[in-house]
């Protein structure tokens, strides 16, 4: 199983920009399509983007569409979520987990999350 660690949560003004790493471990990383999702206090988890093994197809949540962008580096064994224009209801904490792509989206593997990080943006 593919160990998970997410970074690069951190506080931000609305308008803003960070970037999420997922780190995985292991050496068939670059078999898995790989999602992110995030969860609010009080809410679902819900999907934010998906991108298959290669990076060819990537999908996204119509709420993040023109404003995320996942891509993935597979020498590094890593996945990224750049987050541009940030609104106060991205805060969230966020998950990558590996998954399968089933054309729409990337459906994730249950229980292979990683820890989360967490993202606040302040109006």
């Known amino acids: 199983q593919v160990q998970l660690v997410e970074s690069g949560g951190g506080l931000v003004q609305a308008g803003g920009s960070l970037r999420l790493s997922c780190a995985a471990s292991?050496?068939?990383?670059?078999?898995?399509?790989m999602t992110w999702f995030r969860q609010a206090p009080g809410k679902v988890r819900e999907f934010v983007a998906g991108?298959?093994?290669?990076?060819?197809?990537?999908y996204y949540a119509d709420s993040v569409k023109g404003r995320f962008t996942i891509f993935r580096d597979n020498a590094k064994n890593t996945v990224y979520l750049q987050m541009n224009s940030l609104k106060p209801e991205d805060t969230a904490v966020y998950y990558c987990?590996?998954?399968?792509?089933?054309?729409?989206?990337?459906?994730?593997?249950?229980?292979?999350w990683g820890q989360g990080t967490q993202v606040s943006v302040s109006s």
């Open positions: 987990a590996t998954g399968i792509d089933i054309g729409t989206s990337v459906a994730p593997h249950n229980g292979n």
């Open positions: 292991g050496r068939t990383f670059s078999s898995y399509a």
């Open positions: 991108i298959n093994w290669s990076g060819s197809r990537t």
